[in-house]
């Protein structure tokens, strides 16, 4: 049984049509939310990543800060016992 011509006029209007882009547009909108909030998800994995990492960093530059320092100290310290030495030599 084919449907009324009225309810075929309604099935074929602009109303139809429109109704049905706006279904799909809908469910396009859907998709993105769900692909952005996931987008959200990862960036937020990998910032708490970098901060890890820089935190990392800074912490092996305060040693390496730290290991130049006294370097430095017994280069200076080793210079002067040579000075000491050649002088009493």
Known sequence: MSPSPSK???QDS???AANA????LQDMQSV?????EK????????????RTIDNR???MDVRFNSLDARFSGLAQE???NSLFEDIRG
Request: proline fraction near 3%; avoid cysteine.
């Open 57 to 59: 960093l800074e912490s």
């Open 8 to 10: 075929r006029r309604r």
């Open 32 to 36: 993105l939310v769900e692909r952005f």
């Open 78 to 80: 080793s210079t002067l």
């Open 39 to 50: 987008l959200e998800t990862t960036l937020n994995s990998i910032n708490e990543h970098l």
């Open 21 to 24: 882009a706006f279904g799909d």
């Open 14 to 16: 602009p109303f139809a």
